[in-house]
């Protein structure tokens, strides 16, 4: 498909190209590195914007359920407080996961330096709970606070007719999740998701500098651009999934020139 096309087949004037597509023939040919490292760029801070916007909507979902439970719909019960142990686990990786933790195949966008001073010591707290107290067993990493995990184990004796006898019983309390836990875990992703978003507009900036700079000495980038259509339909059935619309569609818009020749301009 060219870019041609648009003009003949597609009546909202729309074309996804497929970048990542893109990348890997040129990685493939070992032809512009430098445009391969700016698409990884900007599809690592997208990514990660993902992994925040997924892990505040658990947050969110766990404050309706104690909202629900504070209304007198429901018992602060086993089986809810392992469903907000479980929205509290699955955000903390996520936002972990998103900021510090070393990505396999998606290159960082954040560093330490770039939170604010008074998220700084939540931001190491979250950092320790994930480490201490949920992807290994141990203990709440703030002293001052009961402990995440706390248990005893006893002997229980029971006199009979014939004699004493005795039973151990194992006691715990598993409290992952507390308030002050969740209100720092907040304020980090809402300062964060801006943060990955500012650095998603700086990289495709830088992209589409890379792109124009390379397609003005070489025509070949600005037709092999174009001959990679996204399939759309193609790549979430690989998953299992329908093609998201409407409000359940992900997607990051920015505004840049077109690359140097586009037919479309």
């Known amino acids: 498909m060219s870019a041609n096309d648009l ?8 074309l996804d190209i497929d970048l990542s597509s893109f990348s890997r023939e040129l990685e493939a040919t070992g032809r512009h590195p430098d445009i391969v490292s700016r698409i990884a760029r900007v599809t690592g801070a997208a990514s990660a914007h993902k992994d925040l916007s997924d892990a505040l909507n658990a947050i969110y979902a766990m404050q309706k359920l104690i909202d629900e439970e504070q209304g007198g719909k429901r018992q602060l019960d086993a089986s809810l407080a392992m469903q907000l142990s479980a929205y509290f686990t699955y955000a903390l990786v996520l936002y972990t996961r998103a900021t510090e933790t070393d990505a396999i195949d ?31 067993f141990g203990r709440h990493p703030v002293k001052t606070l009961s402990p995440a995990v706390a248990d005893a184990l006893t002997m229980r004796l029971e006199k009979t007719a014939g004699g004493i ?18 209100d720092a875990l907040e304020s980090l992703l809402e300062w964060a998701m801006p943060a990955a978003m500012d650095a998603f507009d ?22 092999k651009v174009w001959e990679h259509a996204f399939d759309a339909v193609g790549f979430y059935r690989r998953a299992g999934l329908q093609v998201p619309t409407g409000e359940d569609e992900f997607q990051f818009a920015t505004q840049s020139d077109p690359i140097e020749g586009d037919p479309t301009s």
């Not at 006898?165 to 969740?182: A, E, F, K, P």
């Open 202 to 223: 700086a990289r495709c900036d830088e992209l589409s500098a890379e792109l124009k700079r390379a397609a003005s000495f070489d025509r070949s980038v600005h037709q």
């Open 106 to 136: 998606r290159l960082k966008w954040f560093g330490r330096g770039k939170l604010p001073v008074d998220l700084r010591e939540p931001h190491t707290r979250m950092m320790l709970l994930r480490d201490k107290g949920i992807a290994h």
């Open 165 to 182: 006898n005795n039973q151990y019983v194992y006691h715990d309390t598993r409290s992952i999740v507390r308030g002050s836990d969740v």
């Open 7 to 14: 003009d003949r087949s597609s009546s909202t004037a729309e």
